[in-house]
C-alpha cells in the first residue's frame, strides 16, 4: 500500500478509519430505512388481502 511505501501509517487513523464508521453509518441508515418501509408496506398488503378475503365471502354469501 501506498501509506507504508512513504511511511504514512496516519492516513489509516486520519482519512480511513473516519471514512469506514462514516459508510457504515449510511449504509445502516439505509437498512433501517429500507426495513420501516418493507414493514410499512407488508402490513398495508395483509391489510388489503384481508378485506379482499372479506369481499370475497360476502360475495359467496350473496350467491354472486
Request: proline content about 2%; hydrophobic content about 35%; aromatic content about 6%.
Amino acid at each position: 500500500m501506498q501509506m507504508y511505501k512513504f511511511r504514512r501509517t496516519d492516513f489509516i487513523e486520519t482519512n480511513l478509519k473516519p471514512s469506514l464508521v462514516e459508510a457504515c453509518t449510511h449504509q445502516m441508515a439505509l437498512i433501517d430505512s429500507s426495513l420501516t418501509q418493507f414493514t410499512r408496506h407488508r402490513d398495508r398488503l395483509r391489510v388489503v388481502r384481508e378485506e379482499k378475503h372479506k369481499q370475497r365471502l360476502e360475495m359467496e354469501l350473496l350467491g354472486l
